[in-house]
Nanobody
Framework: QVQLVESGGGSVQAGGSLRLSCAAS????????MGWLRQAPGKEREFVAV????????YYADSVKGRFTVSRDDAKNTVYLEMNTLKPGDTAVYYC????????????????WGQGTQVTVSS
């Protein structure tokens, strides 16, 4: 059983930056693909970014490409999401998630989830 705990959320103005962290425990972190997904009020949970178990490949939603960067530090069992040039449309609860078998944009492919961290971007 893997436990995931996100941190780093907060309130920023448009154009600002935040760095989210997700600390994992209880499993072999380096064997999981790690994703970031988000959910805005009244909307479905959507894919943001994912990094493969090796860290060799990353994938992004078109809406964040060029602004967000996902990375991982297996020595610290932590995955990060660096968010730059934030927009009001990025406002959401951000979740990290772990997948044993897939590098996927689908929330259905993730086995473990964190509790989420709120990101609010004001104009």
């Amino acid at each position: 059983q893997v436990q995931l705990v996100e941190s780093g959320g907060g309130s920023v103005q448009a154009g600002g930056s935040l760095r989210l962290s997700c600390a994992a425990s209880g499993g072999t972190f380096s064997s999981y693909a790690m994703g970031w997904l988000r959910q805005a009020p009244g909307k479905e949970r959507e894919f943001v970014a994912v990094i493969t178990w090796s860290g060799g490949n990353t994938y992004y939603a078109d809406s964040v490409k060029g602004r967000f960067t996902v990375s991982r530090d297996d020595a610290k069992n932590t995955v990060y999401l660096e968010m730059n040039t934030l927009k009001p449309g990025d406002t959401a609860v951000y979740y990290c998630a772990a997948s044993r078998s897939y590098t996927s944009s689908s929330p259905l492919r993730y086995d473990y989830w964190g509790q989420g961290t709120q990101v609010t971007v004001s104009s």
